[in-house]
């Protein structure tokens, strides 16, 4: 028996709720980058559920949630601002 659950709050998917969202979260590599897709379906597909990258959602705020959490923004380490130049940027 398979289990699915929401990628972002874990809510276990019941037989017979067709407002789940399914979609992919890939990775690529090329020989000069790393990259990263993200897509959705517009409707459920039980076929797809165990495929390599695929992601699942319980609802639409979950799915904004795992975006919002995964995005580049969010990821990327703040840049540290030195002492000295911060004394620059008042003056």
Not at 19 to 24: A, D, K, L, Q, T
Not at 52 to 57: C, E, L, Q, S, T
Request: hydrophobic share 35%; glycine share 6%.
């Amino acid at each position: 028996m398979i289990r699915i659950t929401c990628d972002t709050c874990g809510a276990v998917k019941r037989k017979g709720q067709p407002e789940w969202i399914i979609g992919y979260d890939l990775q690529y590599d090329t020989p000069r980058s790393v990259g990263r897709s993200v897509s959705f379906f517009d409707h459920w597909n039980d076929a797809r559920v165990l495929e390599r990258g695929a992601v699942h959602f319980c609802s639409p705020e979950c799915k904004e949630a795992y975006i919002a959490s995964n995005t580049l923004a969010t990821k990327a380490p703040k840049k540290k601002v030195s002492a000295r130049r911060r004394k620059r940027k008042v003056a």
